[in-house]
T-cell receptor
Framework: GAVVSQHPSWVICKSGTSVKIECRSLDFQATTMFWYRQFPKQSLMLMATSNEGSKATYEQGVEKDKFLINHASLTLSTLTVTSAHPEDSSFYIC???????????FGPGTRLTVT | AQSVTQLDSQVPVFEEAPVELRCNYSSSVSVYLFWYVQYPNQGLQLLLKYLSGSTLVKGINGFEAEFNKSQTSFHLRKPSVHISDTAEYFCAVSPNNNDMRFGAGTRLTVKP
């Protein structure tokens, strides 16, 4: 149980375009979802936390107008990178927590490359 | 605020040797402690967690960790590693799970 999926697993887009990444909890209801960014050979940096039906809470330094997060249901959160630039290229990982707040379940990640 | 320090960025070991990956944390409040493993181009998999109770925590794949409050440490150990244990390992702390902070990671390389 407690499976989190992400789609797509990798995406290449041109500079200036937008790309949407989906994060789904497949077998549980995720009251909170988290979005992380990971640069090569580095740790995970929390970008934002979202609760179902509420606006996301962004970490300091993360542009909320560039990284749009929608948590429309208890099983789906989306991250949209708007007007992507090469520096947005990274590995994006989502996680979700349910009733047991002390556990986060991680998705497999999405590799974004902006050319 | 909480912070995590993983003392070794890389740990090379030979197959069947024991290994210890070190993690120290700082926090002004009680925290939950976690170890995750990440294989290339994949998400994180939970190895084990400490919430309360016994300070020796056993996890999956033969790993265990010991919580030491006085030394603010949560070192990960395995008595005999396999080639398949080669991966990146992350220590993490959280006061309530909604604010999880990760260490920089330790690259474990198991050599034949």
């Amino acid at each position: 149980g407690a499976v989190v999926s992400q789609h797509p697993s990798w995406v290449i887009c041109k500079s200036g375009t937008s790309v949407k990444i989906e994060c789904r909890s497949l077998d549980f209801q995720a009251t909170t979802m988290f979005w992380y960014r990971q640069f090569p050979k580095q740790s995970l940096m929390l970008m934002a936390t979202s609760n179902e039906g509420s606006k996301a809470t962004y970490e300091q330094g993360v542009e909320k107008d560039k990284f749009l997060i929608n948590h429309a249901s208890l099983t789906l959160s989306t991250l949209t990178v708007t007007s992507a630039h090469p520096e947005d290229s990274s590995f994006y990982i989502c996680s979700a927590s349910g009733r047991r707040a002390y556990e986060q379940y991680f998705g497999p990640g999405t590799r974004l490359t902006v050319t | 605020a909480q912070s995590v320090t993983q003392l070794d960025s890389q740990v090379p070991v030979f197959e069947e040797a024991p290994v210890e990956l070190r993690c120290n944390y700082s926090s002004s409040v009680s925290v939950y402690l976690f170890w995750y493993v990440q294989y290339p181009n994949q998400g994180l998999q939970l190895l084990l967690k400490y919430l309360s109770g016994s300070t020796l925590v056993k996890g999956i794949n033969g790993f265990e960790a010991e919580f030491n409050k006085s030394q603010t440490s949560f070192h990960l150990r395995k008595p005999s590693v396999h080639i398949s244990d080669t991966a990146e390992y992350f220590c993490a702390v959280s006061p309530n799970n909604n604010d999880m902070r990760f260490g920089a990671g330790t690259r474990l390389t198991v050599k034949p």
